[in-house]
């Protein structure tokens, strides 16, 4: 039964481990299973199986798979042709089994990808629906109208959220990518159907869904226009429409009631109070993500303006979620993942403190109150990537937002924003995993699908597992930490210095036991002094980033740069 209440769950302490496939491993062309597509310069599912000691070795408790099934390809799997099979190219449901077994044999979970705000448009539900077949017809959002889009919202990929189909004589809606139509959710046979495919996954012992903006499966009755200030217009109509908490109960009535699964849902533009609705103690889901910190650099009018971040911000930021969801609602931690810039090159450093910011970041991540997700990579300390030249992005958004640009008067030519889409693309986490100093990082034999990050002959998996003092051995042990303590897992939240613009303290107030953390966001040392009124009985040194000595008191401390420090503090 999945949970609506603050019962113990088998994740309270669990790390969760995103793979993104295509960029994940490419499977050897030896292995005999897998013939057709190893080799061939995109990762695959036998190329996880071959990983599956790698994943274990992490002591990642939960792999959360992001979309293998069929698809076009536009949106790289978060186009959905087909929820019931897996794409040629990344295998078969054989391979998937061999995958979900092996996970399972090591005590690892496995959470899919569940996309049901939108479908492909090669998805045989709109294929039908645009040629008015039943039952079919109102699967997906379509107007009529003479004069233009029937109303002003904007596509998040930017441009209209209305496409002209020609064999229908209708508009239908897509939020994304014109190749992405939004499913009609007010229409029940389309909210059965999900969940049907939801059960036919669960009972194939899945443990789970990541569910992909799910707040924005309910638009507002009528579709009004939206207020042309908003930075995506309509988005106060589709985002957290009317009817997402009712369809999400249904959804946990009807499915996730009767599994013992972990859902998380992915959901942009929510407010603390929205998360407990959606994940609280009575609510449909476990966890949300939210993207307030993955706001604080950019622009308010334009996203991909970005600016300077400031760590009082992230500070505010993350207290008020962290308060906030004390104690009916749990956070879902993250700093990256395959739709974010790598977390080292955007709120670390990584050039002289690569390593150091990574774990800096790895603790931050590990000792708030909720469960982490790592993406790929992270665990050695992948940095954003030196993309030379417009060509090389394949990334349906960056491209999008490409072409706007060069449109415009003000920008002649793709240096004018090289560096805003250099910061910003979805492309800078999809690189190949960094295997080990072979060419091309050992990710394939072929030719790979996007570029690999020249910095792989130092930056790879193979030198950190041989370096004890790499960021990989530094994330087993944050692992381990959350599952040795549980006073990391659910201790209460407490900032300290809420105004210090380089270091970042807080304690988890545990039942029995109290843990500091303190974190020197800057390339300068600088002196952390605990407040007076925090006692310190018996301090343990849990873990730090640098040798400590044994001595220090953690009352008073001179961190330098990026340094990190968890005490136990009774
Ligand atoms: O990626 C973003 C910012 O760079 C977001 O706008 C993103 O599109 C949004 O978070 C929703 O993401 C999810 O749905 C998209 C898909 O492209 C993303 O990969 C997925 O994580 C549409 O399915």
Redesign the pocket.
């Known amino acids: 039964m999945t949970s609506t209440s603050n019962a113990p769950t088998w994740w309270d302490d669990a790390v969760v481990y995103q793979i993104y496939p295509r960029s994940f491993n490419d499977s050897t062309p030896d292995d005999a299973t897998a013939d057709a597509i190893a080799g061939d310069g995109v990762g695959d599912i036998p190329g996880i199986v071959e990983k599956l000691d790698y994943i274990a070795d992490l002591g990642v408790d939960v792999v959360w798979l992001t979309p293998v099934y069929d698809s076009p390809l536009n949106?790289y799997g978060?186009d959905v042709r087909d929820y019931r099979s897996t794409l040629d190219e990344f295998g078969t449901m054989r391979d998937w089994e061999r995958l979900r077994d092996g996970l399972h044999e090591r005590d690892v979970r496995l959470i899919m990808d569940l996309?049901v705000?939108?479908t492909s448009s090669e998805h045989e539900w709109f294929e039908r629906s645009r040629r008015k077949e039943d039952p079919y017809i109102d699967y997906y959002v379509w107007r009529e109208s003479d004069d233009g889009p029937p109303n002003n919202w904007d596509s998040?990929?930017g441009g209209p959220a209305w496409t002209y189909d020609e064999v229908r004589g209708a508009y239908y809606l897509h939020l994304?990518d014109e190749t992405?139509p939004d499913l009609n959710w007010t229409n029940p046979a389309v909210r059965e159907d999900v969940y049907e495919m939801m059960r036919w996954w669960l009972d194939k012992d899945v443990d789970g869904f990541r569910m992909?903006?799910i707040n924005f499966i309910s638009k507002t009755d009528g579709l009004p226009d939206g207020h042309p200030s908003e930075v995506v217009t309509g988005s106060e109509h589709f985002i957290n429409g009317p009817h997402v908490e009712e369809y999400l109960w249904e959804m946990h009535d009807e499915v996730l009631a009767d599994y013992d699964v972990l859902t998380v849902g992915?959901m942009?533009g929510i407010s603390v109070e929205d998360a407990l609705a959606y994940a609280g103690t009575d609510a449909p889901l476990d966890m949300v993500f939210h993207?307030e910190h993955m706001r604080l650099d950019e622009g308010e009018a334009d996203?991909w303006n970005f600016s300077d971040w400031k760590l009082t911000d992230l500070k505010e930021t993350f207290t008020l979620w962290q308060e906030g969801l004390y104690p009916d609602g749990w956070n879902a931690l993250y700093l990256n993942?395959?739709?974010?810039p790598r977390m080292v090159s955007r709120f670390g450093d990584d050039e002289a403190y690569r390593v150091e910011s990574a774990k800096l970041l790895g603790t931050l991540l590990h000792t708030l109150r909720g469960t982490p997700f790592v993406y790929q990579g992270e665990e050695i300390g992948m940095t954003n990537v030196p993309f030379e030249s417009v060509d090389e992005f394949t990334d349906?958004?960056t491209i999008r937002y490409v072409e706007r640009m060069l449109e415009r008067d003000d920008v002649e030519n793709f240096d004018d924003i090289g560096d805003a889409v250099r910061y910003?693309s979805?492309d800078n986490a999809r690189t190949p995993v960094q295997w080990n100093d072979s060419a091309n990082a050992g990710f394939t034999t072929g030719e790979p699908w996007l570029t690999v990050n020249p910095n792989y002959t130092e930056i790879n998996v193979e030198s950190a597992r041989a370096d004890t003092d790499s960021v990989w051995h530094y994330y087993r042990r944050l692992i381990d930490l959350r599952h040795d303590h549980d006073v990391l897992v659910s201790g209460r939240y407490e900032l300290l210095l809420p105004d210090h613009p380089e270091i970042y303290a807080y304690l988890r107030r545990g039942e029995e036991q109290r843990a500091l953390v303190v974190l020197n966001f800057s390339t300068e040392p600088s002196r952390f002094e605990l407040p007076e009124e925090v006692s310190v009985d018996d301090p343990t040194l849990l873990l730090a980033n640098y040798d400590v000595d044994a001595q220090d008191s953690p009352a008073g401390v001179r961190l330098r740069p990026y340094e990190a420090r968890v005490y136990l503090l009774d």
């Open positions: 949106d978060y996309v705000n939108h998040l990929f994304f992405q992909d903006v992915e942009p993207f996203p993942n395959h739709d974010q349906v958004e910003g979805r």
